[in-house]
């Protein structure tokens, strides 16, 4: 059974920085994909980073510069390193996880079958 586990949100001022992870057990395809999303209330999911099995990378612009997406050796633990946070940034961070193709469209959730509960991102002003 696969299983996302995040940790590493809370509350931080306007320019500061976070960290966030994401531990993965229980994945074992080859060719996948893992993404962070995030979800403000009343708006849609938004996918802002994501990672192929290959270690190719994709932004979304609002974050790009900013958030850096990244991967342990062992490829169990994913992470989000986010620097320059905006109070736009505020959210609630998902990681997700599936097999995908390259090319697939990386930043859209209806690729992801594997889901964390996620991990709440406040920035202040």
């Known amino acids: 059974q696969v299983q996302l586990m995040e940790s590493g949100g809370g509350s931080v001022q306007a320019g500061g920085s976070l960290r966030l992870s994401c531990v993965a057990s229980?994945?074992?395809?080859?060719?996948?994909?893992m993404g962070w999303f995030r979800r403000v209330p009343g708006k849609e999911r938004e996918g802002v980073a994501a990672i192929f099995s290959d270690g190719t990378t994709t932004y979304a612009d609002s974050v790009k510069g900013r958030f850096t997406i990244s991967q342990d050796n062992a490829k169990i633990t994913l992470y989000l390193e986010m620097n320059s946070l905006k109070p736009e940034d505020t959210a609630m961070y998902y990681c997700?996880?599936?097999?995908?193709?390259?090319?697939?469209?990386?930043?859209?959730?209806?690729?992801?079958?594997?889901w964390g509960q996620g991990t709440q991102v406040t920035v202040s002003s």
């Open positions: 229980g994945y074992t395809a080859s060719g996948y994909c």
């Open positions: 997700a996880a599936g097999p995908c193709l390259r090319g697939w469209p990386q930043l859209d959730d209806r690729i992801y079958g594997y």
